[in-house]
């Protein structure tokens, strides 16, 4: 596939700003800044990469606990997101989601979920709305591996494929179910084996390698676009760190962990722009000195938000005071 | 004109249905079979199969992909085929559509309607008789609809349907034959509006749904026997209209709550704890419930028949503050 220089190079800006941004939120988390629970994505930028390039403004994303990187890649504001995960009135959810439900509908953007595995139906629902209202719009379903043992995956995978609506089904298979290994939760080799079960393609592919994902997704995409119905793609990748900031992921095997830090998918990519020559080592420390100075601005800008006033409590429950 | 409940119904939705193109129906067997109830019944022929949706039997799709397609702009009716099976897609209903609102900082609406018959009295047993309908009045971000006639269910639901939050219609399956006077064409009633079915000054019950026909009958017994009971169904759980509630309780200065719930947990101990922290003054005998018994719902006909509350029942409760 031919991709332009200027897709190249935005996947790479991506990916090192999701790193940094992470990064940023770990380190904040560590120091108390940020409340809650913390699901870093560390390790699987190369994903949001390269799936959020293959998807256009009005399509609909339904994501996981473990998400920021989409947000980022679809677009999302970061400082609001980043006040979002400080609590602050100037977040994206106004500071009532947190990291772990945070949406952004002017974007598409139906949500992180909390709960693992209810996002199939929701976005398998917002599926079913672009097919209704005869636009050209898709939706994406962003999963884990550990999530796809749930009920609900079933369900609506059958439903999108008997109904050939516009989604993608993507699981993000970063190695572990919070501290079980995908050896010991899931029957099959792959996720993807289960796509034989509803008729659909499925595929697995390197999830660290960034224009593997986006020709993936993109195939997949047009698929949905052209009213041929639902994929299951699975990405394989690797968690960095443990399920949650502050879990020290003793289950990890030290040197399985040590094989996949190499196989890091941003220098990987980094290394293959400058031997082909579509990027210069100045050009790729301008993306990581840009990211650094968006992620520095959104910390201040977080930092500087004021908290919500308490009022704020009782607002947005419904449409109106009850 | 003269209209059964399950008419009343049909009639609301088919008015729904030819108003706004968004307004489409999902659910198991409402489609050629019209619903198990016959609720649904020709609407398939009248509207096609893009607005009438068969589903397969998969609950959690069914409720959580119209928390997606509300998100997304539609204004999905589902249908649950018996209250009991609340219990498979809870979470959809619980985590999803009643907190999206709220966690995405009041920046989606979930317009979705969910109608689930509720009562015993047809020998199902325990598995699909239940009434649950105090179950997700614990729920903040959910609205609750109980109508007891024809003419509130068609106004009731009218209303439902415009409404930008999701919305739990309960409908009794004891009452779908019964017949009534329903006002033509649009007609709503405003959520959260109590009405007196029946004006009394010794007494009021607070009760809905069939409870509301029984207390009615018991109401022309006790009066017959010198004692004028007031009849004051809320109609709506949620929003509560606690002002009538007391108002009459203000005037009666007795209050009888009857509901065909389990005594334990039922929303009768809510509006009886409402009455004597706001209400206490006016009361001067104890609050009495009636209620079904902290049992599962039998099979055989002579203990379901024990098992509902009877005309007996709460005209024994009535006397008693005498």
Request: net charge negative; proline share 5%.
């Amino acid at each position: 596939m031919d991709i332009q220089k200027k897709q190249l190079l935005e996947f790479y800006q991506q990916m090192v700003t999701i790193r940094i941004f992470e990064s940023r939120v770990c380190e904040l988390f560590a120091a108390g800044q940020i409340p809650g629970f913390v699901h870093s994505s560390l390790g699987q930028e190369a994903i949001a990469a390269g799936v959020m390039a293959c998807v256009e403004k009005d399509d609909k994303v339904g994501l996981h606990h473990r998400s920021h990187g989409e947000m980022i890649a679809k677009g999302a504001d970061m400082n609001k997101m980043m006040a979002e995960l400080f609590g602050k009135a100037t977040g994206t959810c106004k500071g009532k989601g947190g990291s772990m439900h945070i949406a952004d509908m002017d974007l598409g953007i139906l949500g992180a979920n909390g709960i693992l595995g209810a996002g199939y139906a929701i976005a398998t629902g917002a599926a079913f709305a672009c097919q209704y209202n005869e636009t050209k719009d898709i939706a994406l379903c962003l999963f884990g591996d550990g999530q796809s043992n749930r009920g609900p995956f079933h369900e609506s995978l059958n439903v999108a494929a008997l109904w050939k609506l516009p989604i993608v089904f993507i699981c993000e298979n970063n190695g572990f179910g919070l501290s079980n290994p995908v050896k010991e939760h899931l029957a099959t080799d792959c996720v993807s084996d289960r796509a034989a079960a509803y008729g659909i393609p499925g595929v697995t592919v390197d999830g660290n390698d960034v224009l593997a994902v986006y020709e993936t997704t993109l195939e997949a995409v047009d698929r949905a676009r052209k009213g041929n119905g639902p994929s299951l793609l699975e990405f394989t990748t690797w968690r960095w760190h443990g399920h949650f900031e502050g879990d020290p992921a003793v289950y990890k095997d030290a040197q399985e962990q040590e094989e996949w830090l190499k196989k890091d998918p941003i220098p990987r990519f980094a290394k293959q722009l400058l031997e082909q020559k579509n990027a210069t080592q100045a050009e790729l420390d301008e993306m990581q000195a840009k990211g650094e100075a968006l992620v520095d601005a959104a910390v201040k800008f977080a930092e500087e938000s004021p908290w919500p006033d308490v009022s704020e409590l009782f607002t947005d429950v419904y449409d109106r005071q009850m | 004109m003269q209209m059964t409940y399950a008419e009343a119904i049909r009639d609301a939705m088919r008015v729904e249905l030819k108003r706004d193109p968004k307004v489409y129906l999902a659910g198991e067997d409402i489609g050629v079979f019209g619903g198990c109830f016959g609720v649904t019944a020709g609407l398939l022929d009248e509207f096609g199969p893009k607005r009438i949706v068969d589903t397969p039997i998969s609950e959690n799709f069914i409720v959580g992909h119209a928390v997606g397609s509300s998100a997304c702009g539609l204004r999905p009716i589902v249908e649950i085929m018996f209250n009991d099976f609340i219990a498979v897609c809870f979470d959809e209903m619980c985590n999803q559509a009643a907190k999206v609102r709220y966690m995405f900082g009041g920046k989606a609406d979930v317009g979705m309607v969910l109608r689930m018959p509720i009562g015993a009295g047809i020998g199902a047993a325990a598995q699909h008789s239940q009434s649950l309908e105090g179950l997700l009045t614990h729920i903040p971000g959910l609205i609750s609809v109980i109508p007891s006639t024809p003419a509130d269910a068609k106004g009731l639901l009218i209303s439902a349907i415009r409404d930008d939050n999701p919305v739990i219609f309960y409908e009794h399956k004891q009452m779908y034959g019964m017949p009534g006077e329903v006002p033509e064409g649009d007609y709503t009633i405003p959520i959260g509006k109590a009405d007196i079915k029946r004006e009394g000054s010794d007494v009021t019950i607070v009760t809905w749904s069939w409870m509301v026909q029984k207390s009615l009958a018991a109401a022309e017994k006790l009066a017959a026997e010198g004692i004028n009971a007031e009849v004051l169904d809320p109609r709506t759980l949620i929003p509560l209209d606690k002002e009538a509630i007391l108002k009459s309780v203000a005037k009666t200065g007795k209050l009888v709550i009857v509901h065909e719930e389990v005594k334990t947990s039922g929303f009768g101990g809510e509006i009886a704890a409402i009455v004597s922290e706001e209400g206490f003054d006016y009361l001067d005998a104890p609050i009495k419930r009636v209620a079904a018994p902290d049992t599962p719902i039998p099979f055989s006909p002579a203990l379901e028949q024990a098992y509902i509350p009877s005309e007996e029942k709460i005209i024994e409760a009535v006397k008693a503050l005498f």
